[in-house]
């Protein structure tokens, strides 16, 4: 069989569930390999080869598992849109972590803080760009995601004033800007 | 060599003040759901510096070498890992609470 | 250059003494398991201290990221166990039901 012939396959129709389709198993073994090197630390043949055979092993039961949307030329761009996304939550982490920080050592915090419900609908559609903004704003202390539907209601529960009125806003637009939106 | 023990040494004590201020936060704050908010800071910013300070302190101590970049990667790797379920396991106790009927702590209006 | 590691390590120790004040009193159950949480977080940090001050960090990285595994795993089956409502009831209050 020709390795381009497969690859049409594998892209077009998801006919044939339990046939091994190579680029997801290529990638599966590729990361699982990475993590083996890393944490075994030996770079004789012996253990190459041990860890050569699980890898082969755990991606041809699993590389389904990982890997599960049907098109592989968005991937590239996708992780390289995250890895810029990344600092900016990181510096929002950092505001958000002083502003709570100010909260708890200040001298009276029951009348500081104004726990509240935040009930809002988001735009996106993609279920991964809901799952990536829910996630960022659980991360961001001050303000936890409670509940989420595939619709883009979100309910979340936020400690004051200033971060639930900070809610949607600016991190919507850009974790959907990863996922293309 | 003191270089690295200085940024070493700032990287902890900013890490552990955080450590500090969650833990305080959590005694502090008067119900469950907002004391999950400093609880999310541990996961956050305090592993993120002092898991950093670690990392440097392996890759720099005794000269870089193969074996201290792995003890680097797998540090990063500890990091990263924390970072992708910290968000899910705090969903999850905040879920279990508003499952079980909790209600959160509000100001009181006329107070 | 180690006296930062290891002064780092005994103030970890005292700050984990104070996050286990909410494990202990907690008003309901879910208190604790945050303060479990909080614990076993602190924890994966305290045993790369470990390991590098017994000069064994290649040993010590594996079981601390063993341990924020099975820290996350715990965590999560402990809040599906608790779901209902009898994780809840402040023993404090009303110790008949």
Request: charged share 15%; with cysteine.
């Amino acid at each position: 069989m020709s390795d381009k012939n497969e690859k049409n396959r594998s892209v077009s129709v998801d006919k044939d569930e339990r046939r091994l389709k190579p680029i997801p198993f290529a990638i599966t073994f590729l990361v699982m390999f990475a993590l083996w090197l890393v944490l075994s630390g030996k770079f004789d043949a012996f253990h190459m080869g041990l860890g050569v055979i699980s890898c082969l092993i755990v991606a041809a039961m699993s590389s389904d598992l990982l890997i599960t949307n049907t098109t592989f030329s968005t991937i590239p761009g996708l992780w390289g849109r995250f890895l810029m996304y990344f600092p900016w939550l990181l510096w929002q982490i950092v505001l958000s972590n002083i502003h709570v920080l100010k909260l708890v050592y200040s001298r009276d915090p029951l009348t500081r803080i104004n726990p509240q419900m935040v009930y809002f609908k988001s735009r996106l559609k993609n279920d991964m760009a809901l799952v990536t903004f829910a996630n960022s704003i659980t991360l961001t202390p001050g303000t936890i995601t409670v509940a989420l539907s595939v619709y883009g209601d979100y309910a979340v529960h936020a400690i004051d004033d200033t971060t639930a009125g900070g809610l949607p806003g600016d991190m919507e637009t850009k974790s959907g800007h990863i996922f293309g939106e | 060599m003191i270089v690295l023990t200085v940024i070493v040494g700032l990287l902890m004590a900013v890490g552990l003040f955080i450590f500090l201020t969650a833990a305080v936060g959590m005694i502090r704050f008067p119900d469950f759901y907002s004391r999950l908010h400093p609880a999310g800071m541990i996961d956050c910013m305090g592993v993120l510096l002092t898991m950093g300070g670690l990392a440097l302190f392996a890759l720099f101590d005794g000269g870089i070498s193969l074996a201290s970049f792995l003890n680097f990667a797998k540090i990063v790797l500890i990091v990263v890992f924390i970072y992708i379920t910290s968000p899910t396991a705090t969903h999850a106790i905040i879920d279990a609470g508003m499952r079980a009927g909790l209600q959160p702590w509000t100001k009181k209006k006329d107070m | 250059m180690e006296n930062v590691i290891l002064y780092s390590g005994i103030a970890l120790a005292v700050i984990m003494a104070v996050s286990l004040y909410r494990t202990v009193v907690g008003p309901t159950i879910l208190d604790r398991l945050m303060g479990v949480n909080a614990i076993g977080s602190e924890t994966t940090v305290l045993l790369i201290i470990i390991g590098i001050l017994y000069r064994k960090v290649d040993m010590f990285i594996d079981i601390a990221l063993a341990y924020a595994l099975l820290n996350f795993i715990a965590v999560l089956a402990a809040a599906r166990y608790f779901h209902k409502k009898k994780g809840l009831y402040d023993e404090n209050e009303n110790k008949d039901r």
